[in-house]
């Protein structure tokens, strides 16, 4: 099992950038997680951002959000991070992160997420 915890959100004008932190704690290392991003705008369900693996190698950015968006992580740290650029209003949701058991976008444990407004 890992416990999930977001930071880094909040509210920022649009074409603005924002970095995302979710850190891990784990009996294992956080190195044999695949962990991504998700988001949820109010009225709309839950829709897949990014994955990166365990080694940070393989990552994988979902059409959606893919050239705005880079995922990537410091193991050193136990910390993945979400870069956004050029922020649009629509990016307005709750963003969690998770770990992925079923490449890419399938998540067993979740943490409980951090708001991100962007205002127009």
């Known amino acids: 099992q890992v416990q999930l915890v977001e930071s880094g959100g909040g509210l920022v004008q649009a074409g603005y950038s924002l970095r995302l932190s979710c850190t891990a704690t784990?009996?294992?290392?956080?190195?044999?997680?695949?962990v991504g991003w998700f988001r949820q705008a109010p009225g709309k369900e839950r829709e897949f951002l990014a994955a990166?693996?365990?080694?940070?190698?393989?990552?994988y950015v979902a059409d959606s959000v893919k050239g705005r968006v880079t995922i990537f992580r410091d193991n050193d740290k136990n910390t993945m991070y979400l870069q956004m650029n050029n922020l649009k209003p629509e990016d307005t949701a709750v963003y969690y992160c998770?770990?992925?058991?079923?490449?890419?976008?399938?998540?067993?444990?979740w943490g409980r997420g951090t708001q991100v407004t962007v205002s127009s």
């Open positions: 998770a770990s992925i058991n079923g490449w890419p976008d399938r998540a067993n444990y």
């Open positions: 784990s009996e294992r290392a956080f190195s044999e997680y695949n």
């Open positions: 990166i693996s365990g080694t940070g190698i393989a990552t």
